[in-house]
């Protein structure tokens, strides 16, 4: 039975794999398909499996539904009005230009928390430009130096879309999620920054070749942004709420006064539709009423992707709780010797590499080895730190990070290749040597 059911999870990943990477029929679908392939050479009766799949999937979009929207929100507010900008500024600001890689290391940090990768970085890269002419830093270093924080949050920390539906599938606190993420996330970011600041910062002007710029060159504004502290706020505040109630759920006992407040307030939800308040409160009038408006609209549209994939992997790993694919696959990893945190890290990186999208990777790699940890009784944060890894593995041209980088910069293909593709397997190793330490602390 065991062996069968182990056949069962090959084949269904099979499905997936093929579905996805060679008939390109899109994440959702996949991952439903990849459900009912399991479900029904597992030996479940139709009923249960549709049953499962229904409960499965409801469970997912109640859980990081409301989430993903209002974090989409906040970003798209963060982005039109400039608050993106305007950090990234301070940061230069605060360390002084000549060590300008480390600034856009931290501002692309804080920038792809609310802020999708790809955007952040056509927000920033004429400042890049502007900061590589005034200081003759290379402009790939600052570039790879920006993307090292802009790809280390995006995958770890929420409320990143993907992070937070990867935690959302593992039944993580969002606030230990966000703790633990943020962590990894330094690390990675520090391995890419190191990569640009001791390697491409070295390399000769020959090294890299520019090709015309695709996007439009743009002069650096530094006038009519909003402020610091307006600019910081909506990002920081929903955090802090967060973080609040998971500090107070573990300092109070469970019937205090103190955590009917926090447990309110520091709930994800209610958090971000504050942050996303928060912006329309300090940022709004920049923005304009109408397009205050628009955004939210948009943000709904943005968020829905996500959310269905998000559902169809919580489909996914219902069926393979039910199915018993959980104890069979815990004991072949028990009985192979390999250590558990390298399954969710390949799983994630071969997706990666082979398909493009960090979120799909992180989402689908913690569907498949959330019920491996169930039974051998791991914690699953170091899923969620290893699928993250992973998801760094090597960006390359499959993702449109890649092409709004190259484009961005001037970059030809080839340095694209040398520059950031390379820099994101120091960054996907980090990854891992942080889901390593953090193994040795949990």
């Keep these: 039975m065991i062996m069968s059911i182990t056949v069962a999870f090959i084949i269904g ?38 049953k499962d799949i229904v409960a499965g999937f409801s469970k997912s979009v109640g859980s990081i539904g409301l989430v993903i929207i209002f974090g989409t929100m906040l ?20 360390v002084g230009t000549k060590n300008s ?28 430009k502007a900061i590589s002419k005034k200081s003759k830093i290379p402009l790939a270093a600052l570039a790879v130096a920006l993307s090292a924080g802009l790809l280390a949050t995006h995958v770890y920390v929420p409320p990143t879309p993907g992070p937070l539906a990867a935690a959302g599938l593992l039944g993580i606190d969002i606030g230990r ?10 690390v990675m970011t ?9 390697y491409l910062m070295k390399k000769s002007p020959d090294y890299y070749t520019f090709v015309e710029t ?39 006992p469970k019937d205090s006064p103190v955590l009917s407040v926090t ?22 009038k920049r923005i304009g009423k109408e397009k205050v408006l628009k955004i939210m609209d948009s943000s709904l549209k943005d968020a829905g992707s996500i959310i269905f994939i998000t559902a169809a992997g919580g489909a996914l790993g219902q069926i393979l709780k039910t199915s018993g694919a959980g104890d069979s696959l815990a004991q072949a990893v028990v009985s192979s010797g390999l250590p558990f945190i390298l399954i969710p890290f390949v799983i994630s990186a071969i997706l990666k590499i082979v398909q493009g999208s960090g979120v799909v ?80 602390i949990i």
Aim: proline fraction near 3%.
């Design 361 to 440: 990777a992180v989402i689908t790699s913690a569907t498949l080895a959330a019920p491996i940890a169930t039974q051998l009784g791991i914690d699953p944060i170091l899923i969620f730190l290893a699928s993250g890894a992973g998801a760094r593995a090597y960006c390359h041209v499959n993702d449109s990070y890649f092409w709004v980088y190259t484009n961005c910069c001037g970059f030809d293909m080839k340095t694209g290749l040398k520059t950031l593709s390379n820099a994101s397997i120091f960054m996907s190793l980090g990854g891992l040597l942080a889901t390593f330490i953090a193994s040795l």
């Design 101 to 128: 890689s480390i600034a856009m290391s931290i501002s692309g940090y804080l920038i792809s928390i609310p802020v999708f990768s790809d955007v952040g970085f056509l927000i920033l890269s004429p400042l890049i």
């Design 177 to 186: 999620a966000i703790i633990w993420g943020a962590f990894a996330a330094v």
């Design 214 to 252: 695709v996007v439009e060159e743009k002069e650096v504004d530094e006038t009519n942004l909003p402020g610091s502290l307006a600019s910081l706020m909506p990002l920081l505040l929903p955090i802090v709420l967060i973080l609040l109630n998971t500090t107070c759920a573990a300092i109070f």
């Design 13 to 50: 990943v099979a499905v997936l794999l093929f579905l996805a990477l060679k008939l390109k029929v899109s994440a959702f679908l996949s991952l439903l398909a990849t459900a009912l392939t399991i479900g029904i050479l597992s030996g479940m009766g139709t009923t249960e499996i549709i």
């Design 75 to 94: 970003g798209n507010y963060l982005e039109q009005s400039r608050a993106a900008h305007k950090m990234a500024l301070d940061a230069v600001r605060l």
């Design 263 to 284: 447990k309110f307030i520091g709930d994800s939800n209610i958090a971000l539709v504050i942050g996303a308040l928060t912006a329309i409160a300090l940022l709004g």
């Design 190 to 198: 520090l391995f890419g920054w190191m990569y640009a600041h001791f």
